[in-house]
């Protein structure tokens, strides 16, 4: 048989693998095995990593809605320069009377490489999802986003858990940045 004639076959049961993987990892996600107390978006004592990830990402889009510079900072570890960064341009934002709502990142993937009661390190694949950026007669939704992996250094600060560092990673899915609301290290 000509190898040029499996080729799509291969490629569509890569696909369908790709999209089969996906949507295990969704529904895993929003099958709610989080280990979160009712009400509260920072994860218990002893919470999976994935939930611990999960809450945070939900923090940080409700303080790129709400245009809060404050509370965006207050999820990073003091002096942290991925704060530093993703403070700043929120705050260019804000300047220019804009806010990004609906902001949602789809993690891909996670393993955990280090799990400590205190600090997570993990490599995250994920990319960024609707958000639409608004105000100042602007209504224009954020360009796609490529899936990139970054490894993820969280630390507990007093029941709180704070990212420390993001570092990007070669990835085999995207070498590209995140979009304008993205953390850099």
Same mark, same amino acid.
């Given at each position: ?40 978006? &920072? ?36 002096? &942290? ?65 490529? &899936? &990139? ?37």
């Amino acid at each position: 048989m000509d190898p040029r004639r499996l080729l799509p076959f291969l490629l569509g049961l890569t696909l369908c693998a790709v999209l089969a993987t996906a949507v295990v990892v969704l529904v895993a996600w929003r099958s709610g095995t989080d280990e979160t107390r009712a009400g509260d978006s &920072s994860p218990a004592a002893g919470a999976a990593p994935r939930s611990v990830l999960a809450a945070w990402d939900e923090r940080r889009a409700a303080a790129w809605a709400d245009g809060d510079v404050e509370a965006l900072r207050d999820l990073y570890v003091a002096g &942290s320069a991925t704060g530093r960064s993703d403070a700043r341009m929120l705050a260019a934002y804000v300047d220019r009377g804009l806010r990004v709502e609906g902001l949602t990142t789809q993690v891909l993937a996670l393993e955990v490489l280090a799990e400590e009661p205190e600090r997570l390190i993990l490599r995250v694949t994920d990319r960024v999802r609707g958000g639409v950026v608004t105000g100042a007669a602007v209504d224009a939704a954020l360009p796609q986003d490529r &899936s &990139s992996t970054r490894t993820v250094t969280l630390r507990r600060v007093d029941g709180a858990w704070l990212v420390v560092r993001t570092r990007d990673q070669a990835s085999a899915a995207a070498s590209t940045s995140r979009t304008s609301t993205s953390w850099k290290s």
